[in-house]
């Protein structure tokens, strides 16, 4: 008689197993995270699919080709003792040559320079994968600097009930009862001065990323998390490498809905 086969079924990690919160901190049942949370961790892929999301952004930027250049000059010849550089008409003061006062740039940037950075379709989706794989690593999390209870599974996630606060003020108590509020005022004491010129050129101040929030819809939520410091909040569809690790360095300490969750298995 011949044995009939026996299906091996593999039992779920409990690694994979995460709480789902109330807004009032308390864990209402547990959940398996999508298979996309277990991808191999790339950080090389992650700050290639960051560098190229920033150079596409950036806009092409020069001088007026004609600076420096808007003088009646002359030149005097050689066999004076002097450098033979354009001079102005009416004198001995020199012009439009780079080294002189009010003269054009030797090398300016070019506005027809191509910044752009190319990278495959693959590689950027294995990057945003990866990325929420470090998502879910505490000692990653830690390492960035995020303040959270030890006790929480990461990545975080609520019930729906999130998804319609509209008012900061109940966020703000519903990340106390969680215990995420620390992290909101880490993002608020970081606010600093830049250094360099960029302090001159509109973005004077810098100040650190704080909790990412993904929703499946951002009808009131994202007016009641706008005024937080550090915080983004985004929709499963506009979920990307560069939101999930700011400036290329991954970890970034996320809040799912459990709607959210539920979309993401679908990729």
């Given at each position: 008689m011949a044995q009939k086969r026996v299906r091996k079924v593999k039992r779920k990690s409990l690694e994979n197993e995460?709480?789902?919160?109330?807004?009032?901190?308390?864990?209402?049942?547990?959940?398996?995270?999508?298979?996309?949370?277990?991808?191999?961790?790339?950080?090389?892929?992650?700050?290639?699919?960051?560098?190229?999301?920033r150079a596409n952004r950036r806009q092409p930027y020069g001088p007026n080709p004609m600076a420096g250049m808007r003088h009646a000059v002359s030149t005097v010849g050689k066999g004076r003792g002097m450098s033979r550089v354009q001079r102005l008409a009416d004198g001995r003061t020199g012009a439009e040559s780079p080294p002189n006062v009010g003269g054009r740039r030797a090398h300016p940037p070019k506005p027809?320079?191509?910044?752009?950075?190319?990278?495959?379709?693959?590689?950027?989706?294995?990057?945003?994968?990866?990325?929420?794989?470090?998502?879910?690593?505490?000692?990653?999390?830690?390492?960035?600097?995020?303040?959270?209870?030890?006790?929480?599974?990461?990545?975080?996630?609520?019930?729906?009930?999130?998804?319609?606060?509209?008012?900061?003020?109940?966020?703000i108590e519903?990340?106390?009862?969680?215990?995420?509020?620390?992290?909101?005022?880490?993002?608020?004491?970081?606010?600093?001065?830049?250094?360099?010129?960029?302090?001159?050129?509109?973005?004077?101040?810098?100040?650190?990323?704080?909790?990412?929030?993904?929703?499946?819809?951002?009808?009131?939520?994202?007016?009641?998390?706008?005024?937080?410091?550090?915080?983004?909040?985004?929709?499963p569809q506009n979920l990307n490498t560069e939101l999930l690790a700011p400036g290329g360095d991954p970890g970034r300490l996320v809040i799912f809905s459990e709607s959210a969750i539920d979309q993401l298995r679908e990729w």
């Open positions: 995460i709480n789902v919160y109330s807004l009032d901190g308390k864990i209402q049942k547990k959940i398996s995270l999508p298979e996309i949370f277990n991808e191999e961790f790339r950080p090389d892929l992650i700050r290639k699919a960051v560098s190229a999301a027809e320079k191509n910044w752009e950075k190319k990278i495959n379709k693959q590689e950027r989706k294995k990057a945003r994968f990866s990325a929420l794989h470090a998502s879910k690593e505490h000692e990653m999390v830690k390492l960035r600097g995020h303040r959270f209870s030890d006790k929480l599974t990461l990545p975080i996630v609520l019930e729906n009930k999130i998804e319609d606060v509209a008012t900061t003020k109940e966020i519903m990340l106390e009862n969680v215990g995420l509020w620390d992290d909101i005022l880490r993002a608020k004491e970081s606010k600093h001065i830049r250094a360099g010129r960029g302090k001159m050129r509109s973005r004077k101040y810098k100040k650190a990323k704080s909790l990412l929030i993904v929703a499946s819809k951002l009808d009131s939520i994202e007016k009641g998390f706008r005024n937080l410091p550090g915080v983004d909040v985004t929709t």
